[in-house]
């Protein structure tokens, strides 16, 4: 069965920046609202970022001025735009339709470290 696919993820020091990309499958991408989610060992899923299908965005607060999500609907591909990392946005970072649908992908880690 198909899935999303994450990558972009890596080792970054603080202060640094990533840029996470998002294939999706299937054929309704450009009508379904997306979400980044990430979740941290130890902790749950969280949401991180939603963008909808046409084109309005909503960033976490704990992330709010420093994320920034994109999409290119004939690419069927999301991103995530990740600026002064900090450690604790340390995670598994994971894309999925909003809200999320049961299959999940194997997600990009993200470590933020000195």
């Known amino acids: 069965q198909e899935q999303f696919v994450e990558s972009g993820g890596g080792l970054v020091q603080p202060g640094g920046s990533l840029r996470l990309s998002c294939a999706a499958p299937?054929?309704?991408?450009?009508?379904?609202?997306m979400g980044w989610y990430r979740q941290a060992p130890g902790k749950q899923r969280e949401l991180v970022a939603r963008?909808?299908?046409?084109?309005?965005?909503y960033i976490a607060d704990s992330v709010k001025g420093r994320f920034t999500i994109s999409r290119d609907n004939v690419k069927k591909t999301m991103y995530l735009q990740m600026n002064s990392l900090k450690p604790e946005d340390t995670a598994v970072y994971y894309c999925n339709t909003d809200p999320p649908g049961l299959i999940w992908g194997q997600g990009t880690q993200v470590t933020v470290s000195s």
């Open positions: 299937g054929n309704s991408f450009s009508i379904t609202a």
């Open positions: 963008i909808m299908y046409g084109g309005s965005t």
